[in-house]
């Protein structure tokens, strides 16, 4: 196979994944937590960092 075919293949499983998950749960912007937090007051969570030691 040549690079053109794998990077077809890649791209169109891209596009696949992306698409599937689209139709799964379609975005909802007022629903999406912020980009950056920064200054929001919002607490960081969820994360592995946002877990500090006691």
Do not use: K
């Not at 794998?6 to 912007?29: E, F, H, R, Y």
Request: charged share 5%; glycine share 14%.
């Amino acid at each position: 196979m040549s690079r053109r075919t794998i990077a077809a293949l890649a791209l169109a499983g891209l596009a696949l994944v992306i698409g599937l998950d689209v139709t799964a749960s379609p975005p909802n912007p007022y629903h999406a937590p912020a980009l950056f937090a920064l200054g929001s007051g919002a607490a960081p969570g969820g994360g592995f960092c946002g877990a500090l030691p006691d």
